[in-house]
């Protein structure tokens, strides 16, 4: 036969054993088996069957080449004591002689089928699998399904020839024709190739089958081939066991060394006398030997483990811990937990063997994340397929913890000798336990003795010399028997003296010394008890007795330990006063206001018909008299005032100082409201008489908020908040006043408490904008400037009109930073106008002020830095300001708003004529122009508004002052206002206000 081109060889490792596979634990000499593996039995088996043949087709044996490989390779394999050297050299040979051959092992008992070698290469292999999509060198129970189907080699152990190899194999094959024929291709079978499936079986056993195929295979050397594949099971059979054999002499071998090695460790640490000690030398010597260990004690009673023992270096383990971010050593792990897998071994006795230990660490620790688990492995130098085996700890039938060995050289069949070594190592643990126990008995008991004798020693000098009297009493006849030398200073008594004393000597209450002595008999003490006893003198005096029954002379006797707290107890009084009581008024404050309020509620809530009601009293402009005067007037007013709520109260009502100018009273047993009406009447009576303070009288009103009791409202807090509401509603209808709480009162704060949680979320998401409104001068007939009005658009709802939120702004203290930004974004944008050219070069900007703007002291200096940073003229800027801001402190107005003029910044009087304005207010402060409020101007052509606007008119022009009206919207009002000499407006008939982006090209309608 011509010979082909040779590829290398391909093997898939070694066969898995069979179900009839023999095992370690009981090896077949390879001496017994039936069959004589030598080339003389294959030679009379071959000969005898060619002979036959030879007569049937008139050839000789030399002739027939297929019998004379089939020889040589008989020859070859038959002293080779390895299977996988049997695979090698019988895929050589056939390869040689262009003869292709694949061998299935078969597991009857799992039912699958393995290809164990093939003459494919890898890259062909690889190639292949892309149109079987599966590995060839995996088990699996389809494979010995479609084996089976293909022929009956498997079952019966029958031989089958292939006329066409390709042909039939691709009916087999479970993919569409093409495919599988592009596949066989892939193999080198091509139509034609001739082959045959042969048996493996020897003494009975039946291994699998030894498939051959090629060109020039013939149906007439399918008998040859099949004997031929019966001596190929028998050497690859022979060759196991003798493997077998060799393999159980080395682990005898090292088996043996082991143990002795593993004693010669045991002998090591068994000269150690205590845990700890015998923990590091078996970590240092299993190192020694290239292993690792790690040790795990048992709490039975806590029913955890503990890890008491890794052979790492200190600093080591530190990385380890920083790189996990837990402790290793002292880690306790519960033993009840089902998914522990060392809480699961730690409830048996059996060893388990790890091939991988690095599987058991992932197990171990499975909250640590991928990355920091390979971190700890590399650090612990673990690598993938380090070995490891766990041992219990087992002492007389109890498993007192588990010792985990790993290693590169760790061998499943060393668990026999490494268990022994485990049960050698708890029996020397639990010696140096018990050696040490019983040590540290001994020790303690000697230390117990000294100290005994010792403390008896020093009880005498304690007794002595104690800082506490030390009463030693008869139980029986409560009679003194001896005291030390401090008793007798705190009671003035001799020691003499207190001899035979009866203890209710000391105070004449018989019940005090019965209880205390029948206390301390009973219980053996009695603590924390505190007595009044009096000295020789009869001065009383308060201690604090400790007793407890001792023995003295053999015989019990009560020991009295007395502290005097006289003056500690003084002392605790005068804080728990100043704890309830107000320093000032020395009336309570509110921890007692509130204690005894919820007292009252508890009491109404049990007795429906008692009532009660809560005032809560504010002085009106208590601040001038502080301002004035100074702070220690003021607090010198309180004092009097306290007094006169004290004089009008109830002996059973509670007034309280809450704070600064605040009190509250409570009035018990008021059924209805006109109850705490009356009192109300009495204090503001009370108050018209003034108080004089450093020689000067004062009449300060207050406002006062009722709450009535009620069942809905159940805390002492909801009450104090409902009558503060009820107070502030007061203030605003006009102060000294009452007002009597309701629930709209509270509703009304909710929704002021919620306007100004959306305005602070406003500011945050830049939800307000500025419009701007034309002012006009009708006699140029020219816009001569604008008026920024501030509107906020929430993304959820229409527009929201400015008289909805500032006031809401101004009491929350939210107005300076609205305002500021207002100022600085009209400035930017009038700067923004005259730099496009789309307004008159000469246009202002007016800017609505509030009072608490106007009232802050950085208030000028804000409108400096903001006109620097612009870069806007002061004259082109105006601030109008109402006329609230000129009663709310008159001087500090003045000062403002000069300082503001002094910019050369304008000031215009906004809303004349509608609130506390008066002619000393436009001479007194640097105003330029008054704007007249848009409800004069509704109503000008009206007698009394028409006079009004004239005398304004009239007014300004002899002043000086510019004047705009505010709010035309009319032909006619537009006309009275010029036919009076009004130069200045500004209202809907000319614009709305304008979004600046309209400013830009902006007409109104010329009067006519």
């Known amino acids: 036969m011509p010979k082909k081109t040779e590829h290398p060889t391909a093997q898939s490792g070694t066969p898995p054993a069979s179900n009839h596979s023999s095992h370690n634990s009981g090896i077949e000499d390879p001496e017994q088996l039936k069959f004589s593996p030598v080339p003389e039995y294959v030679s009379r088996v071959l000969t005898a069957e060619e002979d036959s043949r030879a007569e049937k087709t008139g050839k000789s044996q030399s002739e027939n080449e297929l019998f004379n490989i089939l020889y040589q390779i008989s020859n070859k394999v038959s002293y080779t004591n390895d299977p996988e050297m049997v695979f090698t050299i019988l895929g050589d040979e056939l390869r040689s002689h262009d003869l292709d051959c694949m061998v299935i092992f078969l597991d009857e008992k799992e039912q699958t089928a393995h290809i164990a070698y093939h003459t494919m290469s890898p890259d062909v292999l690889k190639t292949a699998e892309k149109f079987f999509n599966a590995k060839f060198t995996t088990e699996n129970k389809p494979l010995y399904e479609w084996a089976a189907q293909l022929h009956p080699v498997f079952v019966e152990g ?26 066989l291709t892939v193999l080198g079978i091509t139509s034609g190739t001739r082959g045959a499936f042969l048996p493996m079986q020897t003494q009975g056993k039946n291994l699998g089958s030894l498939s051959i195929w090629g060109k020039e295979f013939k149906e007439s050397d399918l008998e040859i081939c099949r004997l031929f594949s019966s001596q ?109 897998w060392m809480a699961q071994f730690l409830q048996q006795r059996d060893p388990v063997f790890f091939h991988n230990i690095t599987d058991m660490l992932y197990d171990s620790f499975p909250h640590i994340p991928a990355q920091l688990f390979k971190k700890m492995l590399e650090l612990l130098n673990i690598s993938k397929g380090t070995s490891g085996i766990i041992l219990s700890l087992d002492y007389q039938n109890s498993i007192i913890g588990s010792l985990i060995i790993w290693g590169d050289f760790l061998n499943e069949d060393d668990i026999p000798a490494y268990s022994v070594f485990a049960s050698q190592v708890a029996n020397i643990i639990e010696y140096a336990r018990l050696l040490n126990t019983a040590r540290e008995e001994n020790r303690i008991r000697k230390e117990t003795q000294k100290k005994l004798e010792k403390s008896r020693q020093e009880l005498r000098g304690i007794f002595e010399l104690a800082h506490d009297a030390i009463l030693l009493i008869d ?150 008299i502080n301002d004035s005067l100074g702070h220690p007037s003021g607090d010198r007013y309180l004092i009097e005032f ?113 306007m100004e949680t959306r305005i602070r979320r406003a500011m945050q998401l830049n939800e307000f904008f500025l419009e701007y409104q034309p002012i006009i001068n009708v006699t140029q007939n020219q816009i001569q400037g604008y008026e920024a009005l501030i509107r906020w658009q929430p993304p959820d709802s229409s527009v929201i009109p400015p008289a909805s939120f500032i006031p809401v702004a101004e009491e929350i203290g939210l107005i300076h930073k609205l305002g500021k930004w207002v100022l600085q974004e009209a400035c930017n944008q009038i700067q923004t106008w005259k730099h496009q050219k789309t307004i008159h ?25 903001i006109l620097n940073d612009t870069g806007l003229e002061p004259e082109y800027l105006s601030l109008e300001i109402t006329e609230s801001a000129f009663v709310t402190d008159p001087f500090i107005t003045e000062t403002t708003l000069q300082a503001i003029r002094d910019l050369n910044v304008h000031i215009h009087l906004d809303d004349f004529g509608t609130g506390y304005s008066s002619l000393s207010f436009l001479a007194k402060f640097p105003i330029n122009a008054i704007k007249i409020d848009k409800r004069f101007v509704m109503e000008i052509q009206q007698g009394n508004n028409l006079a009004l606007v004239k005398s304004m008119l009239v007014l300004s022009q002899a002043l000086g002052i510019e004047i705009i009206a505010e709010g035309v919207e009319t032909q006619n009002q537009l006309q009275a206002l010029i036919n009076m000499g009004c130069q200045n407006m500004q209202g809907f008939y000319f614009s709305k206000p304008l979004a600046a982006s309209k400013v830009s090209g902006f007409s109104y309608p010329t009067p006519e």
């Open 158 to 183: 029958d031989s089958l020839y292939l006329t066409d190899f390709n042909e039939i194999v691709t009916t087999f094959i479970p993919l569409p024709k093409t495919l599988a024929l592009s596949a």
């Open 642 to 754: 306290s007094k006169k709520l004290v004089q009008i109260i109830r002996e059973t009502d509670l007034v309280a100082r809450l704070g600064g100018d605040e009190f509250a009273v409570l009035l018990e047993d008021t059924h209805q409201s006109e109850d705490a009406v009356h009192f109300c009447n009495r204090l503001m009576h009370s108050l018209i008489e003034p108080i004089r303070i450093d020689d000067q009288e004062f009449v300060v009103t207050a406002s006062i908020g009722i709450v009535m009791s009620s069942p809905e409202i159940t805390s002492a807090d909801s009450y104090l908040r409902n009558a503060d509401i009820a107070m502030y509603k007061a203030k605003k209808n006009g102060k000294r006043c009452y007002s009597i709480y309701s629930d709209g009162m509270h509703t009304g704060l909710l929704q002021k408490v919620h």
């Open 475 to 624: 139980p029986e006849n409560r009679m003194i028997i001896d005291v030390n030398d401090r008793a007798s200073d705190i009671y003035r008594f001799t020691r003499e003296e207190f001899r035979g004393m009866d203890l209710a000597d000391l105070n004449p209450d018989l019940r005090i010394a019965e209880w205390l002595i029948d206390r301390t008999v009973t219980d053996g003490h009695c603590n924390g008890c505190h007595v009044i006893h009096f000295q020789k003198s009869g001065e009383e005096m308060k201690l604090e007795f400790n007793s407890s029954l001792i023995e003295f002379n053999d015989k019990p006797v009560i020991q009295c330990i007395g502290r005097d707290i006289t003056e500690r107890d003084k002392y605790e009084n005068m804080l728990k006063h100043a704890a309830n009581h107000d320093a000032l008024t020395n009336l309570p404050n509110r921890v007692m206001f509130k204690n005894r309020l919820k007292y009252a509620i508890a009491r109404s809530k049990r007795y429906k018909e008692v009532g009660f009601s809560v005032l809560y009293i504010d002085l009106d402009d208590f601040k001038r």
């Open 841 to 865: 070069p000469d246009s202002t900007i007016s800017v609505n002020v509030s009072a608490i703007q106007l009232s802050h002291p950085q208030f000028p200096e804000e409108v400096r830095k």
């Open 232 to 340: 190929i099971a028998s050497a690859i059979e022979h060759a196991r066991l003798q493997a077998a054999k060799e393999r159980q002499n080395l682990l005898l071998t090292r088996s043996n060394s082991l143990i002795k090695t593993l004693d010669n460790v045991s002998l090591q640490i068994s000269s150690a006398d205590n845990a700890d000690t015998i923990l590091n030398i078996l970590g240092t010597e299993l190192n020694k030997l290239g292993l690792q260990c790690l040790v795990t004690f048992k709490d039975q009673e806590a029913n955890t483990a503990t890890i008491r023992y890794l052979s790492y270096g200190p600093k080591l383990i530190k990385k380890i811990q920083s790189a996990i971010n837990t402790r290793v050593i002292g880690y306790r792990i519960s033993l009840s937990g089902e998914s522990d």
